[in-house]
């Protein structure tokens, strides 16, 4: 099957280019009688958009979505809702240098060899604007898991080698009170300032994204093949630039004995739990009812001015600096990339639970 | 869609429990014409099987494949090809224990709560036993993209604490030279010490496996929702215990600047490819033509001797205490398994990127 | 994807050729807590097996499926229910007279050139054998719709040019009365002379068959493309020699006005129904609550006695007649193929209608 | 999965209703560097567009796709191909007066039953106009399979009583050379009189479209679920007031014995060929490599001037006479609906088999 479609019961087709008309998609499942809150919506596409503060790109795009099909009066119908968000600040002489050039990092060079053709403006299909839908489908999703006491709330947790250290009990209020979107203000400062410095030299950042699910019932996720944290990780990968992905400890549970990675079971008041959560959540690859968290590795944006080695099309070697409009560290516009993609996640895995029942 | 079908044009679905009366599954999408090479299937059958060696459960089975259709004179003719493994030593009056209880770290408590009953011997669905068919399925997929000069080795390149330094030109003959499948035979000797010592303690020991994919063509992987990378995780988090996944430097790249992380092109001997492999041989999700590498972080294993706390059914706390035959260390086994959910996600990338042509 | 799986939420995979050790499938997306009626299934198999009258081959199957997995105490788990019908009278010396002739009206020329290779003894995975499965699959969605009051009833409606009159309240008790399963007795009885005499003469019969659906509840279908008659249309194409589908008066409609063929709606008992039901329980590929009705057009049996020119492999022309045992006219026993059928569409559109629920 | 996605390689994902802003379709799948044909697109759109003669509809639209991606210098990228088609000459307030009705052989019952909600105006997502998307994307698949030597062509074979004679090696140029799309001229005469005369009368009539695949190579389809006919019979069916189809002699052949329905096998010119065709080019439901052939039987229109009996949501008993614009007769306009639909289901199926090379 093609590969621009997310999701089996709740799916949603994208498309569009960095510097074609318009990105968008298709959500096909969505139930009917839903009335769409489109203020979150452009909530989260605000969160998302270039331009926001000192730290992203300068590119201006307003990034408000709209709807082609599949509402009346306000409410989903159950047939197909249509979007599209139109690309209005898209300057391709910028990137006229870069049709012989195979950017360092990028996708360029593995387009052209697998398609034999590529819209080199701005990134074409392989850009990080192509995602800007998958936050209004996110968004959408999120209103759904929303009416279920679902929440889900994605922070940057790492840029480049500073650590945030949060609180077991983060307040989700804290994330958005700074450009980084980290709750913890001290090494968010720093994180800010690291980030200037690297847009400063030219270089660029990466880091690391934690997100928790709370709210999600027992018993989702389907063995063998749709767990919860395969899912999960699917779906970030499916993101640009992210190189890792952890469910609950992750990799530091493979240094664990088991005696100190099992999360003991325990009732209490009349409901079973487990005392710890290393585990993140899920059991089997099904939601045992904790909170599941996970975390998100992204390397640095591959689009930096310092000058690097590559070679063009015919293979000769040559000297190659961006000069196009670029984030220095991509993590804090993708924080509502992870919200959005864990939403789409979840209402799939709730749709085909409940197909069973 | 249900879950217990992997691939989209190389289909494998699989079936069974660990003490029903066979696991197995039908291979759909298989190209017609193959000679299977039993011998191969066989010996990556062997490398997860259970009793093999001194640091896996005394759980004695064969693991023979039967063949129920999809072959005439010793060729696959396209049609569906079934395959059962009989369950020979399953003893589950050793699990009538586990009627009640919920085991912490297993999914008995998830599978109750999402399925409202549970195969409770020896874990039905959700034990490992049931990825038997998943190596046999891959190593048909190995099959096929060996004949393409593609080439997939797994290793175990940590035991708990105990990481092992592996050369950058790795000798696969090594691997499977010590029972933990570690190249590296100075840390493979510390590694099996430890396990022993876990085995003996009523303890279990998590881990790390590495893997490479040599020799696939630069263009395979699609965007946006199959990309390599997330085909991999995917796969990789369908493997029981997996908790963590890295592609290339993994979770490293999110510390590095970009101008550490990115990978210069250059020419060599008429050739494109990157000067370092940092990325792990995927551009934007798409193969580029350099080794693929990515490592699969498990924990512990879950069942332990040591006495641990619980509640069964009704909430009620209790102590307990695994008795059966177990593995104190998986990732030994576990090797075959990455080898095959690799080939899978390859084999079906493939046609994928064939049916376009 | 490849096309031996059949539904995307209750999902049967088959395997098995006509002489192989056995036929088979795999059904995932059943729902848990199911306890099976074996004997309903058997009675299901046993009205499609072999050598049931003197209408049918004289081959002798038991036709008695064996369940490998997906049961617990009598109870669906939810995992994968994998079952195998083994081949017991398969003579394929029979067959191999064959090998080297492309029988008319058979699928030999066309398997061999889609695969490259074809099994052809007894028509391998062309045979009809191979819906055995679809059969025991189908009685199992009928048990999941029995208990939701729907009932699913076909019956032999002509047979060659001997069409039965039927009375509108079909007593479905009449159904199995005769051998040629056509409730209507004075058809019937012309019905299965007229086929004894095509077997006297060597020759082979077509005919039709008609299907209801009652308790339906209003709403099954999807729109655009798993409309409820798309699907029962695509579902009885699959089964071998059908050659036309209609649903409600089918064709004769397209010979009306708009005025004869609407359906006038009315209340009756405080509910709303149409007053006729020309259109077979649909509007706009939905179902309407009415009865859903349709019937299946099959061509004759394509092996006869009777010698028929053809080709071998090198394109000579050749005399063929064939001498295995085979069934005069095939519509008897299709007729629980049919109702196999009609379960799976409708139970895999009552999963997909719930999953938005 | 959802219903609004045609095709599994050659995926089209509709989307769009009848008096919303626009209608359109997502392409993904399609091959790269294929440079479309936009006025062989405009041709097939105008055929089914509406307002094109005296015998359809006066709503006025000019049916022209703007492409919003997938497309770089003329030529597809490999990226989803996104297009609207706006709907212009939607007048909702003709449609007011059907908020409470049912009408008789629409589906707005159907709609209201299984969504809770209906979008009244035009029918909503049930109206004929939602397949000018189909068309579109039908007219691509066309180019693509044309550039292999693949013709389709459809034409009106009976409108009402009036059946078409077409001589057997048919001249395509004929079809279009009158507004019914009969190239039996005599016949086309009578069938315009009888669709003006219907017209008149406020009545509507049905019909059936014939239709032929040339060129298509031997081996297309899939055994068992995505046989050639099964398939050619769900996109029929998915069209609105489809009720019957039939491939090559259809319901004729279950009235034939096997001595006169099978086809014998023949060289000619070194290739092996069928003597005749009554199997309508498939065996097996794969292609023979002889012309496909089928019919499609449509249902008269449901929208008539004349009185009818219908109730509305409260159940109480009204009178209903349609005013709005409508075509008395849809056979004309539905011809490139047939070809797209076949087309859509060819390049699937040639996706499908290459998949496998």
């Known amino acids: 099957m093609p590969a621009n479609t997310f999701g089996e019961l709740f799916r949603v087709s994208t498309f569009g280019e960095s510097h074609g008309d318009a ?160 709750p913890d203000t001290v090494a968010a400062e720093k994180m800010e300032k690291a980030i200037l410095q690297a847009k400063e030299a030219g270089d660029s950042l990466g880091g690391v994204i934690s997100c928790f699910l709370k709210g999600v019932p027992a018993g989702w996720g389907e063995p063998q093949f749709k767990k919860l944290p395969a899912e999960l990780a699917h779906a970030m990968f499916s993101i640009n630039a992210v190189k890792g992905f952890e469910i609950g400890e992750g990799f530091a549970l493979s240094r664990m004995k088991g005696s100190e990675a099992n999360d003991a079971f325990e009732s209490a008041d009349g409901k079973i739990q487990t005392r710890t959560n290393r585990t993140g959540g899920v059991l089997g690859g099904i939601s045992s009812g904790m909170p599941i968290h996970f975390k998100v590795g992204f390397k640095p944006v591959s689009t930096i001015r310092i000058n690097q080695d590559s070679v063009n099309r015919e293979g000769e070697a040559i000297g190659f600096s961006a000069e196009g409009r670029h984030d220095p560290c991509v993590v804090p516009r993708a924080v509502p990339i992870v919200e959005a993609m864990a939403a789409l996640v979840l209402v799939d895995l709730m749709m085909m639970h409940q197909a069973r029942l």
């Open 23 to 182: 990105v968008g998609a298709v959500i096909d499942g969505i139930p009917a009688g839903i009335e769409l809150d489109f203020g979150a919506i452009q909530n989260q596409m605000d969160r998302r958009k270039p331009g926001q503060s000192a730290l992203s790109t300068s590119r201006n795009e307003s990034d408000i979505p709209t709807f082609l099909s599949g509402l009346f009066e306000g409410k989903t119908t159950g047939a197909p809702l249509a979007f599209i968000i139109p690309n209005k600040d898209s300057r391709s002489n910028d990137y006229d240098a870069l049709k012989e050039v195979y950017r360092p990092g990028h996708a360029d060079y593995t387009f052209e060899q697998k398609f034999g053709i590529r819209d080199h403006r701005g990134g074409g299909r392989s850009s990080a604007r192509t995602m800007a839908p998958w936050v209004c489908a996110g968004a959408i999703a999120q209103q759904i898991l929303s009416a279920k006491g679902i929440q889900i709330n994605a922070y940057v947790s790492a840029v480049g080698e500073i650590e945030s250290s949060v609180p077991e009990n983060l307040d989700t209020n804290f994330i958005d009170a700074n450009a980084v979107r980290c």
